[in-house]
């Protein structure tokens, strides 16, 4: 029987034994608790993986964990800040301790804050947050899976990109300079890992309607709004789905960068409102 594993004393549940399905797959998905996180690892769930979920917020994983559950996966979910590399170190000991083997690394939590242009930036913990959290946490995260991957000589890494990460715009140059660097690393350890049988892929999409804008913009719901206002965005079950098909291609088949937009959008800043 699938179990939930809450690795948070608070939250631990349903603590019966575990048989880890040797057959299954298992996932680590950051930032699990809303959007394209919270999609994808309730499809991969769905589709036969075993998943480890990290993010901040306790009760929104606990959510996602409870419906992963309901598809038969053994899910381990705990509480994972990734800037924080302390509680990262223990997430990923825990996670393997748990299922001895990470077989995906989806590294997706992350996040805009503001849209201030440079000389308007009175607040530096902005820029700061987006750094160690996009690039720092999704290196970490990297950094501490990789050596299983290496020694089991089997893996993927899927980073979350942005079409912010192939053109910048006005307001956004530290978010763009971190889906740039996204960019850099996918690339790089494509590299460094050739000889390897690990798979890394960037999933780099344009809209998509999430809790991102309400992020962004600091809980300002009305301006959120605005952003897909007349549009039909992409969702995160649309990114969710391109996951599932780049990690479900055989082991030789390497997709190295899918860039998705709304058919809405023609460019960062070109979106096209019916009304
Ligand atoms: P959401 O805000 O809905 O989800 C972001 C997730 O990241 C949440 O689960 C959040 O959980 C988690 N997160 C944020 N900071 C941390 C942290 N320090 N440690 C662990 N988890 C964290 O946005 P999306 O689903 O849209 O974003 C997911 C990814 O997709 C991001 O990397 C984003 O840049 C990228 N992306 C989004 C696009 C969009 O238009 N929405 C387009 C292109 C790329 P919690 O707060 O509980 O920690
Ligand atoms: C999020 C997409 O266009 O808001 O990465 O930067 S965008």
Redesign the pocket.
């Known amino acids: 029987m699938a179990t939930v594993h809450f690795k948070d004393k608070a939250f631990t549940q349903g603590m019966t034994s575990l048989t880890i399905t040797k057959q299954k797959r298992t996932a680590l998905i ?10 994808t690892a309730l499809l991969l769930a769905e589709n036969g993986f075993n998943v480890i979920l ?4 306790k009760e ?2 606990e959510d996602v964990a409870k419906k992963a559950q309901t598809f038969g996966s053994d899910v381990l979910a705990a509480t ?5 590399k302390d509680n990262a170190t223990e997430f990923v000991q825990n996670a393997l301790d748990h299922f001895q083997h990470i077989d995906v690394l989806i ?6 804050r503001g849209l201030t242009k440079v000389a308007d930036q009175q607040n530096e913990e902005e820029w700061q ?1 987006m750094v ?3 690039i720092m ?1 999704l290196m970490r995260m990297t950094r501490l899976v990789l050596p299983s991957m290496i020694e089991q000589n089997y893996g993927h890494i899927v980073n ?5 990460g192939h053109e910048a715009y006005a307001g956004s140059s530290v ?1 763009c300079a ?2 740039f660097g996204v960019q850099a690393i996918t690339t790089a350890l494509r590299q460094e890992l050739l000889g390897h049988a690990i798979r890394v892929t960037s999933v ?12 962004r913009f600091s809980g300002d719901k009305d301006r959120a709004d605005s952003v897909y206002a007349g549009t039909t ?2 969702t ?1 079950n649309d ?1 969710a789905d391109i996951i599932l098909f780049a990690v479900t291609r055989k082991n030789h088949v390497n997709l190295d960068d899918i860039i998705v937009r709304p058919v809405d959008q023609a460019s960062g800043g070109l979106v096209y409102r019916h009304s």
């Open positions: 950051t930032g699990a608790s809303s959007g394209i996180g919270r999609a990290g993010a901040r917020r929104a994983l994972l800040d990734v800037r924080n590294n997706n939590a992350g996040l805009a947050d160690d959290t996009n946490g979350l990109g942005s079409t912010a978010y971190t889906k780099d999409p344009g809209m998509v309607e999430t809790e991102f804008s309400m992020v965005p992409l995160a990114i």
